[in-house]
């Protein structure tokens, strides 16, 4: 059975601050209550909730603020990462959200890995663009240039020898 709680601050794919919302007990008692994140909806808590609702509002506009000049910074920003690739181009490994984060900090950009929308791991060399998704919902992109390490392009005509095979006799048929 699901409780109705108040929430005290912003709790990701759950609500914002001030809101009337839904959760599972176990997630109620286990995390939310203990991190102060929210209390149970009483009468009392009820009254609160317009005065929590108002200061929500107010953070909202600074949020957008904040996460309209960091995307202006992730638009600007030249970035590029150099990896190691095998001599026909395959990378080894590959650039995750977390990587491509940890990018943007060196550089005195502020994101985080929650921030990168990234399907899944970049495992080509080349030029990608990458989308963010900021606080409020701002959303910006970059261009992020991922180049074989030590400045050696990978030849495309490299040739791999092919492996000898060896020749298997020839298998008895079953009836």
């Known amino acids: 059975m699901k409780q109705q709680l108040l929430l005290l601050?912003?709790?990701?794919?759950?609500?914002?601050?001030?809101?009337?919302?839904?959760?599972?007990p176990g997630?109620?008692?286990?995390?939310?209550?203990?991190?102060?994140?929210?209390?149970?909806?009483?009468?009392?808590?009820?009254?609160?909730?317009e005065?929590?609702?108002a200061e929500r509002e107010k953070q909202a506009v600074v949020d957008k603020q904040e996460a309209e000049a960091l995307a202006r910074q992730i638009e600007s920003a030249v970035v590029e990462t150099k990896v190691k690739v095998d001599p026909d181009g395959h990378m080894y490994g590959?650039?995750?959200a977390a990587d491509i984060a940890l990018?943007?900090?060196?550089?005195?950009?502020p994101v985080?890995?929650?921030?990168?929308l990234l399907s899944r791991p970049i495992k080509?060399?080349?030029?990608?663009?990458i989308s963010f998704k900021l606080k409020e919902g701002v959303l910006a992109s970059c261009d992020v240039t991922i180049s074989a390490e030590g400045g050696i392009a990978p030849s495309a005509a490299a040739v791999v020898a092919p492996l000898p095979t060896e020749e298997k006799p020839e298998e008895e048929k079953s009836e």
Not at 15 to 21: A, C, D
Not at 103 to 109: D, K, M, S, V, W
Not at 112 to 116: A, F, G, L, M, S
């Open 112 to 116: 985080e890995r929650k921030n990168v």
């Open 27 to 49: 997630y109620t008692r286990n995390f939310l209550l203990p991190k102060g994140f929210a209390v149970i909806a009483n009468a009392n808590m009820l009254r609160k909730q």
């Open 94 to 96: 590959s650039v995750s």
């Open 124 to 129: 080509q060399i080349g030029a990608h663009k």
């Open 9 to 24: 601050e912003d709790v990701e794919a759950l609500g914002k601050k001030g809101e009337v919302v839904s959760a599972r």
């Open 103 to 109: 990018l943007f900090q060196e550089r005195g950009i």
């Open 51 to 53: 005065r929590l609702r």
